[in-house]
């Protein structure tokens, strides 16, 4: 069965830095990988999705992944946050007929 | 479309009670999955219907729970009886083939 980690639970950075949220995940076939975000009170927004191609996908809000079949991994990076960007962030695997299997959270921090 | 919509946004109720929780997916969507957010366990997958039919309910808590798919435009989450460790926020979701669009949640207080 699939299996996300997202290494780090919480993540301070100050305004206009680069961030980048890790995240790995296990499976034993061809899989599909997500980065949520959730704001207080709200449900979960995609931000963006690896479904097959290029392996550097690019989102909404800035925020950009890499695929790394090797590495197993799909890590979030964004060049510049803002003080808006501050949320927790999911990372989810689905194979072909399952559903998504999400990652604990990473809680993002901007201050200026 | 007016996304995925849960109801209640809020519940409270007290322990032993029954409590039934809705949604209504986004039109077209052929699959749909409730899921339990809490701080200790993160996002839980619960129950997984594609067609309306359960796939994977193996998240599933125990006896107390059980969902109902009966159309397409229509699921229901039912917790009977319940227990203060039931305290979560719930999620439904839909997707009309990989990605999921979430509806706003019900906040489940169990007292």
């Known amino acids: 069965a699939q299996s996300v980690t997202q290494l780090d639970s919480q993540v301070p950075v100050f305004e206009e830095a680069p961030v980048e949220l890790r995240c790995n995940y296990s499976?034993?076939?061809?899989?599909?990988l997500f980065w949520y975000v959730q704001y207080p009170n709200q449900g979960l927004q995609l931000l963006l999705k690896?479904?097959?191609?290029?392996?550097l996908v690019k989102g909404i809000n800035g925020f950009e992944a890499e695929f790394n079949k090797s590495q197993t991994s799909f890590h979030l990076r964004k060049p510049s946050v803002h003080i808006s960007d501050t949320a927790e962030y999911f990372c989810a695997v689905s194979e072909w007929g399952t559903a998504l299997i999400f990652g604990k959270g990473t809680t993002l921090s901007v201050s200026s | 479309d007016a996304g995925v919509i849960q109801s209640p946004r809020h519940e409270v109720t007290e322990m032993g009670q029954e409590v039934t929780l809705r949604c209504k997916p986004i039109s077209g969507h052929n699959s749909l999955f409730w899921y339990r957010q809490t701080m200790m366990r993160g996002l839980e997958l619960l129950i997984y219907?594609?067609?309306?039919?359960?796939?994977?309910d193996s998240g599933m808590p125990e006896d107390r729970f059980s969902a109902k798919m009966p159309n397409a435009s229509f699921s229901t989450l039912k917790i009977q009886p319940s227990e203060p460790r039931d305290s979560a926020v719930y999620f439904c979701?839909?997707?009309?083939?990989?990605?999921?669009?979430f509806g706003q949640g019900t906040r489940l207080t169990v007292v």
């Open positions: 499976s034993s076939v061809s899989v599909y």
């Open positions: 219907f594609n067609n309306n039919v359960p796939i994977d």
């Open positions: 690896y479904l097959s191609g290029s392996t």
């Open positions: 979701a839909s997707s009309p083939d990989r990605e999921a669009f």
